[in-house]
């Protein structure tokens, strides 16, 4: 069983449209990172939210915490060729001391 | 700067070789890690190191072998790899372990 749900798995979508990944778990994080990252290469962080109910955004990305710090989503508007990557969410467990990945979505922005 | 830097980008090597991956960071991060990632999948993680000592194996086997000289500098030592080993390993550090991780670019092993 994933400690971090991640949905959807695979994402493909015109240029244009909007897309939301989301993150689910039934347990409490003290923080969550957002990464992108393209083959070959490492993950590089997005974005970190910490604050239950945290909004977050970075141009066309919003990133938002849930209240109870259990879940995340990312928001891409106009999604743009350049997006296409995949994205990881990744949590710190509220009393552990390492990262737990969600599974990962795929992205693919047609032009 | 919040660089994460990893040599080689690339290694073939054959399963009797003894190979070592490197990492360097200068963000005065006092916590990092090793993680492999095989395509399409999130990184899993090998190993942490805090304050140079090592706190969490997750069950890696000997012969992959960590080595944290300072603060700044990590290494794994490779020996009698074998094919399902391939993969990119990625290295990663943070201020501490309850803070957010930056990676490095991650190198591509392809044990033959």
């Known amino acids: 069983t994933q400690l971090l749900e991640q949905s959807p798995q695979f994402l493909s979508i015109q240029e244009g449209e909007n897309l939301t990944v989301y993150c689910n778990s039934s347990s409490v994080f003290s923080s969550l990172q957002w990464y992108r990252q393209e083959p070959g290469e490492g993950p590089v962080l997005l974005v970190t939210v910490v604050t239950g109910g945290e909004v977050k955004k970075l141009k066309r990305l919003t990133f938002q915490f849930g209240d109870a710090r259990k879940d995340s989503s990312l928001h891409i508007t106009a999604a743009q060729p350049g997006d296409t990557g995949l994205y990881l969410c990744?949590?710190?467990?509220?009393?552990?001391?390492?990262?737990?990945f969600g599974a990962g979505t795929i992205l693919r922005v047609k032009s | 700067d919040t660089e994460v830097t990893q040599t080689p980008k690339h290694l073939v090597m054959g399963m009797t070789n003894k190979k070592s991956l490197k990492c360097e960071q200068h963000m005065g991060h006092r916590a990092m890690y090793w993680y492999k990632q095989k395509a399409k999948k999130p990184p899993e993680l090998m190993f942490v190191?805090?304050?140079?000592?090592?706190?969490i194996n997750e069950s890696v086997p000997s012969r992959f072998s960590p080595e944290c000289p300072n603060s700044s500098l990590l290494n794994l030592h490779l020996h009698a790899l074998q094919p399902e080993d391939s993969a990119l390993y990625l290295c990663?550090?943070?201020?501490?372990?309850?803070?957010?991780?930056?990676f490095g670019q991650g190198t591509r092993l392809t044990v033959v």
């Open positions: 990744a949590g710190l467990m509220e009393y552990g001391n390492k990262l737990v």
């Open positions: 990663a550090s943070s201020q501490a372990v309850s803070s957010e991780a930056f």
């Open positions: 190191y805090s304050y140079e000592k090592l706190s």
